[in-house]
């Protein structure tokens, strides 16, 4: 079961980079340091879009509307952070203690 706990964790900590990736890069993107028309950009951008918007859609059906201000990301790393500790918290569990 220890090992359960520990692939558990590994996928929330791949989760996090991709989220925290995804952010920096629409940043870059806003800002005009990267530029979507580089085949290389385009297609990490288009990897991360793929890979995150499903669980991003979720989100935002719950939350309400902010104008142009998307707190999907930020709702979505605040929930990996949760699961974390709830995981740590009973890894108890995981080990047979």
């Known amino acids: 079961m220890q090992s359960l706990f520990q692939i558990l964790m590994l996928i929330l900590d791949v989760v996090w980079f991709f ?13 005009q340091v990267l530029n979507l028309r580089q085949p290389f950009v385009a297609q990490i951008w288009d990897g991360l879009n793929r890979l995150l918007e499903p ?3 979720q989100i935002r059906r719950v939350l309400p509307q902010m104008g142009g201000l998307d707190l999907a990301p930020l709702v979505a790393l605040i929930g990996i952070y949760a699961i974390r500790i709830v995981l740590a918290n009973n890894a108890g569990l995981f080990y047979g203690y």
């Open 19 to 31: 989220i925290i990736a995804h952010v920096i890069m629409s940043w870059l993107i806003n800002f």
């Open 55 to 57: 669980a991003y859609a």
